[in-house]
Each structure stands twice: as structure tokens, then as C-alpha cells.
């Protein structure tokens, strides 16, 4: 089980790697979008880590997060998320830099809402 401390590394490390981007002139905005949902993935981690938990599958780590008083707030972004990047991933689909933004936006919201709870 990752460390609250790795999870954290792999956050910055994700960041990154999202700001190397140009997100106007590239040809990857899929992996962008793939990027940001695993960034999210890996902040909600790092909250459960903090609390002991380790939930190795999306199944089990979305039944959590709808039913978590604690992570219920940052469900529907979550969800959101996890949908564009099996867009990017599963149905070929294309993303403009603006739709790329917005969902950066949101991992914004999910990143604040941890570091709310972790004080």
C-alpha cells in the first residue's frame, strides 16, 4: 500500500508532467485528460492513506467516495473525470485545450477539497 507521502509525490509528479503541455498546439489533450483523472485518483488515495485505507480497485475506490461523508462532495467531479478519460481512452474521443481547462478546473476542486480535509 502506497504511503500518504508517495501518493503526494505522485501528485506533484503528475502536475507536472500536465504543465508541460501546450495545451493550444498539442496533439495529446487525450493523455492530459488521462493524466488529470489519475492525479485525482492519486489525491483521493492519498486522503485514504492518511486514514489507513487502501482501496486497489476503481469499483471498490467510487463505492467509497459516493458513500464517504468526507468524499461525497467531490463525487460528481470524480465521476466526471474518470467519464473524459475513458473517453480519451476507450472511445478515441478529441478534446479541445478550453474542454481540457475545465476539467483541470475540476481537479482543482477535488485537490482543494483533500487538502481541506488534511488539514
Given at each position: 500500500m502506497p504511503s500518504q507521502r508517495e501518493h503526494t509525490f505522485q501528485v506533484l509528479h503528475n502536475r507536472e508532467f500536465l504543465v508541460t503541455f501546450d495545451l493550444d498546439n498539442s496533439p495529446f489533450l487525450d493523455w492530459a485528460v488521462t493524466v488529470i483523472f489519475y492525479t485525482a485518483v492519486h489525491l483521493v488515495?492519498?486522503?485514504?492513506?492518511?486514514?489507513?485505507?487502501?482501496?486497489?480497485?476503481?469499483?471498490?475506490?467510487?463505492?467509497?467516495?459516493?458513500?464517504?461523508?468526507?468524499?461525497?462532495?467531490?463525487?460528481?467531479?470524480?465521476?466526471?473525470?474518470?467519464?473524459?478519460s475513458e473517453r480519451a481512452r476507450y472511445l478515441v474521443a478529441r478534446f479541445q485545450p478550453d474542454e481540457v481547462r475545465k476539467l483541470e478546473a475540476k481537479l482543482g476542486q477535488v485537490e482543494t477539497h483533500i487538502q481541506e480535509l488534511l488539514g
Open positions: 488515495e492519498r486522503f485514504l492513506a492518511c486514514k489507513g485505507q487502501d482501496l486497489l480497485s476503481h469499483e471498490t475506490r467510487e463505492r467509497f467516495i459516493s458513500q464517504s461523508a468526507d468524499l461525497r462532495p467531490i463525487w460528481s467531479v470524480y465521476r466526471e473525470l474518470k467519464y473524459q
